[in-house]
């Protein structure tokens, strides 16, 4: 098997994502749901804006519809 490779390794703080959520956040990723930020960051141990909130829900309605 061996380790995973994540779309999402290529931020510069992908460690500090908590083991548990690195699948479902990469996939997030893939899906174009979630990007991180453009310094290279994702920042998870941020709290999410109203606003980044209602974009990740506007992509995902979109890939569900």
């Given at each position: 098997a061996g380790v995973p490779e994540y779309e999402l390794a290529v931020m510069s703080d992908f460690e500090k994502i908590s083991q548990w959520a690195r699948d479902d956040v990469n996939d997030a990723v893939i899906l174009g749901i979630i990007s991180g930020f453009e310094d290279g960051t994702?920042?998870?141990q941020d709290k999410a804006t109203r606003a980044q909130a209602a974009v990740m829900m506007s992509k995902l309605y979109?890939?569900?519809k």
């Amino acid at each position: 098997a061996g380790v995973p490779e994540y779309e999402l390794a290529v931020m510069s703080d992908f460690e500090k994502i908590s083991q548990w959520a690195r699948d479902d956040v990469n996939d997030a990723v893939i899906l174009g749901i979630i990007s991180g930020f453009e310094d290279g960051t994702f920042r998870p141990q941020d709290k999410a804006t109203r606003a980044q909130a209602a974009v990740m829900m506007s992509k995902l309605y979109l890939i569900l519809k």
